[in-house]
């Protein structure tokens, strides 16, 4: 029996679908695509590094015990986040008896072609994807029309805007479009504190020349938030002289801020004025209606039912950029998986209530997400700061997981902000924990008093 990759993939999620809940099987499998195949792995695209994560720890030994079934042998399955550099080229060897030949999938979407260069573009940030509305358009109108006639319109493109607000999408976006209609062309992308770093480097290694080459024989050079050059002075002059390199080679150069050029406190005369010798457009933070668009693109595009309520109350609900929205989506999603809920309106409120209420409210009195860690700390008997240390030993690791699962359920903070109160940990890690602490009290009757016992301590603060 020959399977690609495809069918195989298919074939497994036959096989789990039945035991799992349809809107978990639809959030977390429905975007997934199987790219390649080989005797020992499946490799498996998935819509991002949080989608992989979560997949590999929640359904990963799932997955592979029905991927034993089907092929008859052991089998390893990894997820790739979509937008991951070009996928490695896994030898396609005979899995005999069982499957016979085996095939990588020849889908041209996603096997990049070899001769596609890869200059650190997120292959998801494309125009299409980019929802257009009266805060963006001009910026997006400026993007597209770089991306279609580069070097001939605005040089450089100057976008800037608060965070979160698409600017790094848009500017990912023009790559990405030259590139599909010219892999020939030679694009650069860097956040201005790469470039610095790499400079930097250059300079230690007495490698300057070959630093600058590089960036002198682009096409198209995307330089990420520029006002992270103040005050670099030897990072802005190598700039100053990159850009008019290129400049007079009529080539594109296209550039993002958090603020218009003149405002960038530090930044040398001659930049500013180079930097506004082309198109400034800013990008506002999203208006209802945008944001109501965003969030029915972004549902669609993850094949997720959101219904109209639940789009409104996001809507109103996160207004200060469009990152925000997106988190909100991942945060339902994840609350749904996580306690097997379908969503609706009224997980939806109960799943953001944290954020909106501290929002109104300027935070629950009482109860802190350092008096949560105190109390843990105590508990356990350790010092709270170790809670935030590096250090993963099982002393550490279970009170940090119960610290991080108290502060989400008396808080409600987003799993990023919980990551960050313990010395920067993943929102992925987070959410490992908080599964892990709702798994325990259920089989270790101590454990769940003592969970119980500091709850009920500090809901008292109150
Ligand atoms: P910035 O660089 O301005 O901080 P990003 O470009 O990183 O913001 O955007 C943050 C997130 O929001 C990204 O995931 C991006 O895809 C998404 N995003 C921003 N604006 C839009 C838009 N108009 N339509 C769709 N997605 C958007
Ligand atoms: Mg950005």
Same mark, same amino acid.
């Given at each position: 029996? #020959?399977?690609?990759?495809? &069918?195989?993939?298919?074939?497994?999620?036959?096989?789990?679908?039945?035991g799992?809940?349809?809107?978990?099987?639809?959030?977390?499998?429905?975007g997934? @695509?199987a790219?390649?195949?080989?005797?020992?792995?499946?490799?498996? &695209? =998935?819509?991002? %590094?949080?989608?992989?994560?979560?997949?590999?720890?929640?359904y990963?030994?799932?997955?592979?015990?029905?991927?034993?079934? !089907? !092929?008859?042998?052991?089998?390893?399955?990894?997820?790739?986040?979509?937008?991951?550099?070009?996928?490695?080229? $896994?030898?396609? /060897?005979?899995?005999?008896?069982?499957l016979g030949?085996?095939?990588?999938?020849?889908?041209?979407?996603?096997?990049?072609?070899?001769?596609?260069?890869?200059?650190g573009l997120n292959r998801r940030?494309?125009?299409?994807?980019?929802? =257009?509305?009266?805060?963006?358009? *001009?910026?997006?109108?400026?993007?597209?029309? /770089?991306?279609?006639?580069?070097?001939?319109l605005?040089?450089?493109?100057?976008l800037?805007?608060?965070?979160?607000?698409?600017?790094?999408?848009?500017?990912h976006?023009?790559?990405?479009?030259?590139?599909?209609?010219?892999?020939?062309?030679?694009?650069?992308y860097?956040?201005?504190?790469q470039f610095?770093? #790499?400079? !930097?480097?250059?300079?230690?290694?007495?490698?300057?020349?070959?630093?600058r080459?590089?960036?002198?024989?682009?096409?198209l $050079?995307?330089?990420?938030d520029?006002?992270?050059?103040?005050?670099?002075?030897?990072?802005? &002059?190598e700039?100053?002289?990159t850009?008019?390199?290129?400049?007079?080679?009529?080539?594109?150069?296209?550039?993002?801020?958090?603020?218009?050029?003149?405002?960038?406190?530090?930044?040398?005369e001659?930049?500013?004025s180079?930097?506004?010798?082309?198109?400034?457009?800013?990008?506002?933070?999203?208006?209802?209606e945008?944001?109501?668009?965003?969030?029915?693109?972004?549902?669609?595009?993850?094949? *997720?039912?959101?219904?109209?309520?639940v789009?409104?109350f996001?809507?109103?609900s996160?207004?200060?950029? /469009?990152?925000?929205?997106?988190?909100?989506?991942?945060?339902?999603?994840?609350?749904?998986?996580l306690?097997?809920?379908?969503?609706?309106?009224?997980?939806?409120?109960?799943?953001?209530?944290?954020?909106l209420?501290?929002r109104v409210?300027?935070? @629950?009195?009482?109860?802190?997400? &350092?008096?949560?860690?105190?109390? =843990?700390?105590?508990?356990?008997?350790?010092?709270?700061?170790? *809670?935030?240390?590096?250090?993963? @030993?099982? %002393? *550490?690791?279970?009170p940090?997981?119960?610290?991080?699962?108290?502060?989400?359920?008396?808080l409600? $903070?987003?799993?990023?902000?919980?990551?960050?109160?313990f010395?920067?940990?993943?929102?992925?890690?987070?959410?490992h924990?908080?599964?892990? !602490?709702?798994?325990?009290?259920?089989?270790?009757?101590?454990?769940?008093?003592?969970?119980?016992?500091?709850?009920d301590e500090?809901?008292?603060?109150?």
């Amino acid at each position: 029996m #020959e399977l690609t990759a495809t &069918e195989l993939w298919s074939r497994i999620l036959q096989m789990v679908q039945a035991g799992l809940p349809e809107q978990a099987f639809r959030t977390w499998f429905a975007g997934t @695509t199987a790219v390649a195949l080989s005797n020992r792995e499946l490799l498996v &695209e =998935v819509s991002n %590094d949080f989608h992989a994560e979560w997949i590999e720890d929640r359904y990963g030994t799932l997955l592979e015990k029905a991927a034993a079934r !089907v !092929v008859g042998r052991p089998l390893s399955i990894s997820f790739l986040p979509g937008e991951s550099p070009p996928l490695p080229q $896994l030898p396609t /060897v005979d899995l005999t008896d069982s499957l016979g030949p085996l095939q990588t999938t020849a889908d041209p979407r996603l096997s990049p072609s070899p001769t596609r260069p890869n200059p650190g573009l997120n292959r998801r940030y494309t125009f299409e994807r980019f929802v =257009v509305g009266g805060d963006n358009q *001009l910026a997006a109108a400026a993007a597209s029309a /770089v991306a279609k006639k580069p070097a001939l319109l605005y040089n450089p493109l100057f976008l800037y805007g608060g965070v979160g607000l698409g600017k790094t999408h848009l500017m990912h976006a023009i790559g990405n479009a030259i590139l599909d209609s010219d892999p020939s062309k030679k694009v650069a992308y860097a956040p201005s504190e790469q470039f610095m770093n #790499e400079l !930097v480097t250059a300079i230690q290694e007495g490698t300057t020349a070959a630093f600058r080459h590089r960036y002198r024989r682009m096409d198209l $050079l995307l330089i990420d938030d520029v006002h992270f050059l103040k005050g670099k002075e030897a990072t802005q &002059e190598e700039f100053f002289h990159t850009f008019n390199a290129l400049y007079d080679a009529h080539k594109q150069i296209v550039l993002t801020s958090d603020r218009p050029p003149k405002e960038i406190p530090g930044l040398e005369e001659r930049l500013i004025s180079r930097f506004q010798w082309g198109l400034v457009a800013d990008i506002k933070a999203p208006n209802y209606e945008t944001r109501v668009a965003i969030l029915r693109k972004k549902a669609a595009d993850d094949s *997720l039912t959101l219904d109209a309520e639940v789009i409104d109350f996001i809507a109103r609900s996160c207004t200060s950029s /469009v990152r925000e929205l997106e988190g909100a989506i991942i945060k339902l999603l994840a609350y749904s998986s996580l306690k097997n809920l379908e969503i609706s309106i009224s997980m939806a409120k109960t799943a953001l209530q944290g954020e909106l209420g501290s929002r109104v409210s300027g935070g @629950t009195p009482g109860i802190t997400p &350092e008096r949560i860690q105190e109390a =843990v700390a105590k508990g356990w008997g350790i010092q709270s700061a170790a *809670l935030s240390s590096k250090r993963r @030993t099982k %002393d *550490l690791t279970v009170p940090r997981q119960v610290a991080m699962y108290l502060i989400r359920e008396l808080l409600n $903070l987003p799993l990023v902000q919980i990551g960050n109160l313990f010395g920067g940990r993943d929102h992925s890690t987070v959410i490992h924990s908080i599964r892990k !602490v709702e798994e325990t009290v259920v089989v270790d009757p101590s454990f769940e008093r003592k969970v119980q016992a500091l709850k009920d301590e500090l809901s008292r603060l109150v």
